[in-house]
């Protein structure tokens, strides 16, 4: 059909583009919501330690030397840190390919890309061994004399927890200030508040630790602060999977350019039957 000065128009194709653009939408949600029920899942297979006996006491050891080298269970401790990080990294890797780009879900996928990446390297940089429950094994700690991966180990972990918390906050955020009805906006803001008192516990029983005090219920801490990012990022698997991927503007956003185009579309054939 010729439109007005010789071109061509192709009915429908409008619409056809809106409706492509969706379904990349949403299957770019669905996809990122299975590596993030992925990562959920395996960042809390240290519970484990409830069924198994490890020898280590949850309430006072770092959850990270379930997986030591020393440790019979730590292969396997290893191998689901390593699943939960590149899950989460490639979650996050394809909602920043969408074309969101307000601070809040930028920053927050930002920050779960750099809590992805750091826990998969945190898995390759193991403890060789047990420190809060093995005198010897601080005491080479303290003298510098255990391999470099401690210390390696000791910067991814810290990455992979500040990675998290900007993506538990920003996101949450986010979700509060776009979304709002979103399984993110109406329950994420619980876990995430839970999330920043647990890391400040285990702040202080870390610091209170390697001042020689006691470790003032580290285990605990930790695992509670563990714990509560598997639930948000649980909560945010629901969230996404109701093509919600940046902060819940990106889904609407291609619905209402959608809408646009068939409106457009069903104008320009009306208008063309009244010239007829």
């Given at each position: 059909m010729d439109g007005p000065g010789g071109e061509t128009t192709r009915p429908g194709g409008s619409g056809e583009a809106g409706t492509g653009t969706r379904a990349r939408s949403r299957t770019r949600s669905r996809a990122v919501a299975v590596l993030l029920l992925l990562g959920a899942v395996a960042y809390t297979a240290w519970v484990l330690e409830v069924l198994i006996a490890t020898g280590l006491d949850p309430v006072r050891t770092y959850v990270s030397e379930l997986a030591a080298v020393d440790q019979p269970l730590g292969g396997i401790f290893r191998a689901t840190d390593l699943v939960a990080g590149a899950a989460v990294f490639l979650a996050a890797g394809a909602a920043l390919t969408g074309r969101e780009r307000r601070p809040w879900p930028v920053a927050g996928w930002a920050g779960l890309l750099l809590f992805g990446a750091a826990t998969a390297a945190d898995s390759r940089l193991p403890l060789s061994c047990a420190p809060t429950v093995d005198p010897e094994c601080a005491a080479r700690?303290?003298?510098?004399?255990?391999?470099?991966?401690?210390?390696?180990?000791?910067?991814?972990?810290?990455?992979?927890?500040?990675?998290?918390?900007?993506?538990?906050?920003?996101?949450?955020?986010?979700?509060?200030?776009?979304?709002?009805?979103?399984?993110?906006?109406?329950?994420?803001?619980?876990?995430?508040?839970?999330?920043?008192?647990?890391?400040?516990?285990?702040?202080?029983?870390?610091?209170?630790?390697?001042?020689?005090?006691?470790?003032?219920?580290?285990?605990?801490?930790?695992?509670?602060?563990?714990?509560?990012?598997?639930?948000?990022?649980?909560?945010?698997?629901?969230?996404?999977?109701?093509?919600?991927?940046?902060?819940?503007?990106?889904?609407?956003?291609?619905?209402?350019?959608?809408?646009?185009?068939?409106?457009?579309?069903?104008?320009?054939?009306?208008?063309?039957?009244?010239?007829?």
């Open positions: 700690e303290t003298a510098g004399l255990v391999p470099a991966t401690h210390t390696a180990h000791a910067i991814s972990s810290s990455l992979a927890m500040t990675g998290a918390l900007i993506g538990v906050v920003a996101l949450t955020v986010a979700a509060r200030r776009y979304g709002r009805g979103t399984p993110l906006a109406r329950f994420g803001p619980a876990p995430a508040a839970a999330e920043l008192a647990a890391t400040a516990w285990t702040l202080v029983a870390v610091a209170a630790f390697e001042a020689g005090r006691g470790t003032w219920l580290l285990g605990a801490g930790q695992r509670a602060q563990v714990l509560l990012v598997a639930l948000w990022l649980a909560v945010l698997c629901a969230h996404v999977a109701r093509g919600d991927v940046l902060g819940g503007t990106e889904a609407r956003g291609e619905a209402t350019r959608g809408e646009a185009a068939h409106g457009n579309e069903a104008r320009g054939n009306e208008a063309r039957g009244k010239d007829v």
